[in-house]
Nanobody
């Protein structure tokens, strides 16, 4: 089992930047597929970025390519999501997710395939 704790959300103006963090604790000796998802009011949860700790190749959803960057600091056991050029449509609760059973090289898995979730952090863009 792992525990995920997100931080770094906030309210920013369009065009601004935020860096979200996802601190990972627990059985971190395993390799995991890590994902960032977001859910806006009245909308389904959507994957925005993922990477596998064994490989590190990032995947991005089309709406965020070129603006979002997912990265991993293994020493700090933290996954980051750098969000630049924020748009009002980026407003959502952002969640970090992890699963040790997902293979790498499969793009962004569906949210239903992840077993571990953080509590979410709100991002509001005006």
């Amino acid at each position: 089992h792992v525990q995920l704790v997100e931080s770094g959300g906030g309210s920013v103006q369009a065009g601004g930047s935020l860096r979200l963090s996802c601190a990972v604790s627990g059985h971190t000796y395993k390799q995991y597929c890590m994902g960032w998802f977001r859910q806006a009011p009245g909308k389904e949860r959507e994957g925005v970025a993922s990477l596998h700790t064994a490989v590190g190749t990032p995947y991005y959803a089309d709406p965020v390519k070129g603006r979002f960057t997912i990265s991993l600091d293994k020493a700090k056991k933290t996954v980051y999501l750098q969000i630049d050029s924020l748009k009002p449509e980026d407003t959502a609760i952002y969640y970090c997710a992890a699963d040790s059973g997902l293979p790498y090289g499969q793009g962004i898995p569906a949210w239903s395939e992840f077993n571990y979730w953080g509590q979410g952090t709100q991002v509001t863009v005006s």
